[in-house]
């Protein structure tokens, strides 16, 4: 049954997501991403939850648009209402495994940011600059988020390992004797003389 779901919300066109979650993909690809991260991960799974509980909402999308080098970006738009608006972009260039642990990544930072108040980009970046470090001109990161990333990326290991081992066990197993070999003329490992 688990399996199943998978596969449906993998192919869940974005509408799915419009209303049901603090994630919300823009275009089917974001929508497949979010998917599979959500059943992949225990950990995105618990962001998408504290995301909620925080009031933020966070418009996910796929993109062509980040510049070089850069896997994934969040952005702060504003707040109003007592929710907290982020948006969140993936290189679409990335391996859908890739793009999944990236989006978990990213929700770590929305969630730092929704949780810490910030009402402007001027809070936004007040907040970058005593709990992460530079990495560009205007871009930064952190170590909830790369410790998020890690904890992800072992959760795919664990879950690539998982489905190896069910696939192995599928198998049929075959087991020789030296008994069958005498039914065919060959002598029996008893008859065989030891050197």
């Not at 509980?53 to 070089?68: G, K, N, Y």
């Not at 910030?118 to 970046?125: G, H, L, M, P, R």
């Amino acid at each position: 049954m688990r399996i199943w779901l998978s596969v449906f919300m993998a192919f869940a066109p974005a509408t799915v997501f419009a209303d049901s979650l603090a994630v919300r993909p823009l275009d089917d690809s974001a929508a497949a991403t979010l998917a599979g991260a959500l059943g992949h991960s225990a950990l995105v799974r618990s962001l998408v939850d504290e995301l909620h509980a925080a009031a933020a909402i966070v418009h996910f999308e796929m993109s062509l648009a980040l510049p070089s080098g850069v896997g994934a970006a969040t952005r702060f738009v504003g707040s109003s209402g007592g929710h907290t608006y982020l948006r969140v972009a993936v290189s679409a260039m990335l391996r859908s495994n890739e793009r999944e642990i990236m989006l978990g990544h990213e929700l770590q930072h929305a969630l730092d940011i929704a949780r810490s108040g910030a009402t402007n980009e001027a809070d936004v970046q007040k907040l970058l600059e005593t709990t992460g470090y530079r990495t560009g001109s205007n871009l930064f990161e952190t170590q909830s988020a790369l410790r998020a990333e890690s904890r992800i990326r072992a959760e795919f290991r664990q879950g690539a390992f998982r489905r190896a081992a069910a696939s192995s066990e599928a198998e049929p197993i075959i087991e020789l004797h030296h008994q069958h070999l005498g039914a065919g003329g060959a002598k029996a490992a008893a008859e065989v003389p030891k050197r």
